[in-house]
C-alpha cells in the first residue's frame, strides 16, 4: 500500500507562488502517473497535473502556464510549483497515483492548504 504526504501549503498573496512537496513512501512503484488534485471549499476534488515515469506531463488548462509538476524519484518525493496564483486557487491540495480518468487511485493523505489572498 502507498502512502502520501503532502507538505508546503500556506499562505500567499495573489500573484506569488508556492511549492508543493508530496513524499511517496510504501508501495513505490505504481503503473500509473503520479500527480496533484485540489479541493475547493464546497466543491468537489479535481485533477490538477501528473507526470508519468518517462517524465511527461499533464496539466488541467485551469493552471496550464502557470503551475509546473516535477518528481525526485531518488527522494521519492513528487513537486507542484505553483506561479501566479489567484484566488481560484486555493483549496486543499492532494497527491495521488492518476488513472486514465484523471482520478486518485490510493488512499489519500491529509494534503495541504493553500489559501491565495490579499
Known amino acids: 500500500q502507498v502512502q502520501f504526504v503532502e507538505s508546503g501549503g500556506g499562505l500567499v498573496q495573489p500573484g506569488g507562488s508556492l511549492r508543493l512537496s508530496c513524499v511517496v513512501s510504501?508501495?513505490?512503484?505504481?503503473?500509473?502517473?503520479r500527480g496533484w488534485f485540489r479541493q475547493a471549499p464546497g466543491k468537489q476534488r479535481e485533477w490538477v497535473a501528473a507526470m508519468t515515469d518517462g517524465g511527461s506531463t499533464m496539466y488541467a488548462d485551469s493552471v496550464k502556464g502557470r503551475f509546473t509538476i516535477s518528481r525526485d524519484n531518488a527522494k521519492n518525493t513528487v513537486y507542484l510549483q505553483m506561479d501566479s496564483l489567484k484566488s481560484q486557487d486555493t483549496a486543499v491540495y492532494y497527491c495521488n497515483s492518476v488513472d486514465r480518468d484523471y482520478h486518485g487511485v490510493d488512499s489519500w493523505g491529509q494534503g495541504t492548504q493553500v489559501t491565495v489572498s490579499s
Open positions: 510504501g508501495s513505490i512503484f505504481s503503473i500509473y502517473p
